[in-house]
């Protein structure tokens, strides 16, 4: 059983900044890539940024210069620091993992998803 779960969404103004933490637990042998995807009102959801266990990294557009995204693979945990925050960018975010666990199967896993609304 692998479980993900999502913390540091909230209420922000625009210009601001939010950190999100993403921390995997279970039957885990490795972890892969590593992500975070939003889903805003009426939209379909989308990738944010994603993370490579060796630490390449590459974002949608729309956030390059203003998030970053990071990983602890000591801790099998995803971080999202979200600069210079916009009102588009409010949406359920949701952290996904691509996890082998130790019976060698090897799946995609998300969290529960944590909502981040930026006020204008």
């Known amino acids: 059983q692998v479980q993900l779960v999502e913390s540091g969404g909230g209420l922000v103004q625009a210009g601001g900044s939010l950190i999100l933490s993403c921390a995997a637990s279970?039957?885990?042998?490795?972890?892969?890539?590593m992500g975070w995807y939003r889903q805003g009102p009426g939209k379909q959801r989308q990738l944010v940024a994603a993370i490579t266990s060796g630490g390449i990294t590459d974002y949608t557009d729309s956030v390059k210069g203003r998030f970053t995204i990071s990983r602890d693979n000591a801790k099998n945990a995803v971080y999202l620091r979200m600069n210079s925050l916009k009102p588009e960018d409010t949406a359920v975010y949701y952290c996904?993992?691509?996890?082998?666990?130790?019976?060698?199967?090897?799946?995609?896993?998300w969290g529960q998803g944590t909502q981040v609304t930026v006020s204008s």
């Open positions: 279970g039957s885990i042998f490795s972890i892969n890539v």
């Open positions: 996904n993992a691509k996890i082998r666990n130790w019976y060698g199967t090897a799946d995609d896993y």
